[in-house]
Structures are given as structure tokens and as C-alpha cells.
T-cell receptor, first 114, second 116 residues
Framework: AQKITQTQPGMFVQEKEAVTLDCTYDTSDPSYGLFWYKQPSSGEMIFLIYQGSYDQQNATEGRYSLNFQKARKSANLVISASQLGDSAMYFCAMSLYNNNDMRFGAGTRLTVKP | GAVVSQHPSWVICKSGTSVKIECRSLDFQATTMFWYRQFPKQSLMLMATSNEGSKATYEQGVEKDKFLINHASLTLSTLTVTSAHPEDSSFYIC????????????FGPGTRLLVL
């Protein structure tokens, strides 16, 4: 079974600065996908970015980039030029190729300060 | 885009009653849907995996007689909380996976259940 660890319960960042949210994972399966979701206070889960285990390059989506270090089993999310609307809970998740359910980390609450 | 809806978004019920929550994929066919539960300030916990036309697969510790799941079509899965009790109060979220995509899950907006 896969395991996802987010060790930062809360993070603060100044508006317009960059912030890194940490995520480590553990699996013996070579085929997997890593995801980041944003959950605002409304509760909806907003997909941000995806990284496949065989992808050679780090994924990027606008202001979001995923720092994928396979040997260290880490998949940190980098948010550049933080905005006040980025304040939310952020969840790292993992799905195995042969077992499609998704497992989530404990989450990190990001607060962007004006 | 891929849109998943849930109904109702809010439900308050008396202890002992049953509550049905619907999860629909609006613009794609979903062979697999997932049901999650989230307590306040906690992460999402997978409850069960629902495959169209077959029985759901429940995670360890989840009572299948308590949480009845039906996935009767490629666009609809339902979760029924039977004989609800206050400890069942939670945020329930479904997600759906496209037939054509191995990875991406699209989440519904969630249903907040409060059992009095």
C-alpha cells in the first residue's frame, strides 16, 4: 500500500512570494501518479497538478510546479507569486497504476499574508 | 472539462434515519467512482471504490451494511448512510474517473451531513 506524508500542518507566506509545500511518499510499486489538490473553505477539491512516476520532467501548471525527486521519493509543490486567494488547505495524493484508489496526505494549511 | 455533481450539498437528519447521497458525472462516463469521508481539519479517507455494475469494494474498517453503495450506471453512484447516528456526521466527497483516463479523478463538491 502507498503512504503519503505531509509534515507541515501550516505554512505562512507573504503575498507575491514563492512557497514550497512538502510531500514525501512511499511505495514499492514502480508505476504511480502524484497529485496536488487545493481545498478552500467551501470544501471542493480543486485539482492543481499531476506528475507520473515515469515522467522525466517536472510538471508545471501556471504558477504551480511540482519538484519531483524520485530517488528521495518527494513531490513538493511550489507556488510562485502567491496570491491572497491561494490561502487554503493543500493535499498531496498518490495513486498506483494497478490500484486506482487515491490516498491523501494529512494536508498543509497555507495562509498568504498581505 | 469534467464535472461531477453531488446532491444534496447539505443534509440535516434525525438519528436513526437513512440518508442517500448522489454522485453524478455530468459530461463523461465514469466506470469507477470513489467515496471519501472527511472529518473537520482532517484529510480525506477513502471509504469505498464503486465500479459500475458490480459490488463496491470497501476499505478496512468501513461497514458495508452501514454505508450502502450502488453504481447502477456509468454516470451515477449513490451512497446511503443507513440508520444514521451523530458520529456519522461528516463531509462526504465523491470522485469519478473517466473511462479513458487511468489517473485523473474529478471530485464532486461534497455533501455535509449533520445527524442530530
Amino acid at each position: 500500500a502507498q503512504k503519503i506524508t505531509q509534515t507541515q500542518p501550516g505554512m505562512f507566506v507573504q503575498e507575491k512570494e514563492a512557497v514550497t509545500l512538502d510531500c514525501t511518499y512511499d511505495t514499492s510499486d514502480p508505476s504511480y501518479g502524484l497529485f496536488w489538490y487545493k481545498q478552500p473553505s467551501s470544501g471542493e477539491m480543486i485539482f492543481l497538478i499531476y506528475q507520473g512516476s515515469y515522467d522525466q520532467q517536472n510538471a508545471t501548471e501556471g504558477r504551480y510546479s511540482l519538484n519531483f525527486q524520485k530517488a528521495r521519493k518527494s513531490a513538493n509543490l511550489v507556488i510562485s507569486a502567491s496570491q491572497l486567494g491561494d490561502s487554503a488547505m493543500y493535499f498531496c495524493a498518490m495513486s498506483l497504476y494497478n490500484n486506482n484508489d487515491m490516498r491523501f496526505g494529512a494536508g498543509t494549511r497555507l495562509t498568504v499574508k498581505p | 472539462g469534467a464535472v461531477v455533481s453531488q446532491h444534496p450539498s447539505w443534509v440535516i437528519c434525525k438519528s436513526g434515519t437513512s440518508v442517500k447521497i448522489e454522485c453524478r458525472s455530468l459530461d463523461f462516463q465514469a466506470t469507477t467512482m470513489f467515496w471519501y469521508r472527511q472529518f473537520p481539519k482532517q484529510s480525506l479517507m477513502l471509504m469505498a471504490t464503486s465500479n459500475e455494475g458490480s459490488k463496491a469494494t470497501y476499505e478496512q474498517g468501513v461497514e458495508k451494511d452501514k454505508f450502502l453503495i450502488n453504481h447502477a450506471s456509468l454516470t451515477l453512484s449513490t451512497l446511503t448512510v443507513t440508520s444514521a447516528h451523530p458520529e456519522d456526521s461528516s463531509f462526504y466527497i465523491c470522485s469519478a474517473r473517466r473511462q479513458t483516463s487511468m489517473w485523473t479523478q474529478y471530485f464532486g463538491p461534497g455533501t455535509r451531513l449533520l445527524v442530530l
